[in-house]
């Protein structure tokens, strides 16, 4: 049966209380649920959200009719981080090498979820997020420090380290050094294992947890201000 255009491949990623699906070829276009089923509902209702984020960067993303156009590809066992609510599993397509076409597409995704960060932050300067039930979550500037110290510890994992020598700008010299990372781990520069052996994330891996943890927080951002 020949594949239809609409489908989407999808992994789930699938912990003790909490299930996260993510869409294999599009990074940050992930969602989490208390089960499978309200999993893969979160990342069709994302759906048009994540495409208003790619807008800018035309690289023909279309969001899916229905939960019937995902297809489940690879299912991860989750652990304490899935279940505190971070997708922390890399599916098995992210251990393939990359060109130099993978390699500016994933940068302009991760660009893209910059400028959405960064466009829905100063909308809401000035505003104030709304608490959760039990008064939880931090305000604007906290989420701004957050997302940008998450990056650095990031960037860690790939093999790389944040160049901070111009302190005028951090959050620039924070996501150059990202993009001068991710070129350096896909053309080989980075050994995949640290000095103490551990395994590095790859660079698909790590375009995908940033570009989940920048959305998150912009789609978390949005919410708060309704």
């Not at 969001?63 to 995902?70: K, R, T």
Request: charged share 25%; with cysteine.
């Amino acid at each position: 049966m020949p594949r239809s255009s609409n489908q989407v491949d999808v992994y789930l990623e699938v912990g003790q209380k909490r299930v996260f699906a993510g869409a294999l070829d599009w990074p940050g276009w992930c969602r989490s649920g208390r089960n499978e089923a309200s999993a893969l509902q979160a990342l069709y209702e994302a759906g048009p959200r994540y495409a208003r984020v790619l807008r800018s960067a035309r690289l023909g993303f279309k969001a899916a009719a229905g939960v019937s156009d995902f297809v489940i590809l690879e299912r991860l066992k989750g652990n304490t981080t899935t279940d505190f609510g971070a997708p922390d599993a890399a599916p098995s397509v992210d251990a393939r090498p990359m060109n130099d076409v993978a390699l500016k597409r994933l940068q302009a995704i991760l660009r893209a979820c910059w400028r959405e960060f960064d466009k829905v932050t100063q909308a809401a300067t000035g505003h104030t997020l709304r608490v959760g039930p039990r008064g939880g979550g931090r305000d604007l500037e906290k989420i701004r420090q957050h997302v940008l110290g998450a990056e650095a510890g990031y960037l860690s994992a790939l093999g790389w380290k944040a160049d901070l020598s111009d302190s005028t700008d951090v959050l620039e010299q924070t996501r150059q050094s990202v993009l001068n990372g991710l070129e350096a781990a896909a053309n080989g520069e980075i050994p995949a294992r640290g000095p103490r052996g551990g395994m590095r994330w790859t660079p698909r891996y790590f375009v995908r947890r940033a570009a989940w943890h920048i959305l998150d927080h912009v789609w978390e951002i949005e919410d708060r201000l309704q």
